[in-house]
C-alpha cells in the first residue's frame, strides 16, 4: 500500500506561481511513476507531470510545457510540482498519484494506469 497527501494548493492570480507537495509513504518501491493530475469541474481527469522515480525521467501535457517543473525529494519521499505563468484554465483539484500497471510506460499521463491517489488540493486562478 501507498498513502499519499496532498499540500500546497490556494488561489492566485493569473500569471502567479503556486508549488504543490505530495508526502508519500508506504511501500513506494512498487511504484515506478509517480505523478500530478487535475480534474475541473464537469471535465475528466487529465495528467499534467509525471516522473519516473528511477530515472528522474520527466513527462508533461502539452498545455503546461515550459511553465510546470516535477520534481522528487528521494530523502523524504516528497513529490513536488512548480506552477508557475498560471491562467484560469489552471483551475482544478489536483492530485498525486503513483502507479505500477504493466503498461504504464506507454501511457504515463494516462490517470487510469495509476493506483494510488491522494484526497487533492484545489488550485483556482482568478483573471
Known amino acids: 500500500q501507498v498513502q499519499l497527501v496532498e499540500s500546497g494548493g490556494g488561489t492566485v492570480q493569473a500569471g502567479g506561481s503556486l508549488r504543490l507537495s505530495c508526502a508519500a509513504s508506504?511501500?513506494?518501491?512498487?511504484?515506478?511513476?509517480m505523478g500530478w493530475f487535475r480534474q475541473a469541474p464537469g471535465k475528466e481527469r487529465e495528467g499534467v507531470a509525471v516522473?519516473?522515480?528511477?530515472?528522474?525521467?520527466?513527462y508533461y501535457a502539452d498545455s503546461v510545457k515550459g511553465r510546470f517543473a516535477i520534481s522528487q525529494e528521494g530523502a523524504t519521499n516528497t513529490l513536488y510540482l512548480q506552477m508557475d505563468s498560471l491562467t484560469p484554465e489552471d483551475t482544478a483539484m489536483y492530485y498525486c498519484?503513483?502507479?505500477?500497471?504493466?503498461?504504464?510506460?506507454?501511457?504515463?499521463?494516462?490517470?487510469?494506469?495509476?493506483?494510488?491517489w491522494g484526497q487533492g488540493t484545489q488550485v483556482t486562478v482568478s483573471s
Open positions: 516522473i519516473g522515480r528511477s530515472d528522474g525521467n520527466t
Open positions: 498519484a503513483a502507479g505500477y500497471n504493466r503498461w504504464i510506460r506507454f501511457a504515463r499521463l494516462n490517470p487510469n494506469q495509476y493506483n494510488y
Open positions: 508506504g511501500n513506494l518501491y512498487t511504484t515506478p511513476y
